[in-house]
């Protein structure tokens, strides 16, 4: 969980110093408060991290800027447990 906790503050913090402005700031914001509040309790809803990760993932994956935070991101969410199969 801390590892989560440092990604999703890194990467808030670089989107926050991302000065550009592209469509989908917005939901890139409310997905990571959605993932810090989720990384904050006790027993995470892994399904839930998942959806604001791929929510994040959409929003600022074509920002080759944040895309070093947003892998990081990936990986501290993938340390709590395997991808649901579908």
Do not use: W, Y
């Not at 469509?23 to 810090?36: F, H, K, M, N």
């Amino acid at each position: 969980m801390a590892e989560l906790r440092s990604a999703v503050a890194r990467l808030r913090r670089q989107l926050a110093a991302h000065h550009a402005d592209f469509r989908d700031r917005g939901i890139a914001e409310e997905a990571l408060a959605t993932l810090a509040g989720l990384a904050a309790a006790d027993r995470p809803d892994i399904p839930m991290l998942r959806r604001s990760l791929l929510l994040v993932a959409g929003a600022i994956g074509s920002v080759s800027a944040l895309g070093e935070g947003l892998r990081q991101l990936r990986e501290a969410v993938d340390l709590l447990g395997p991808s649901p199969k579908v």
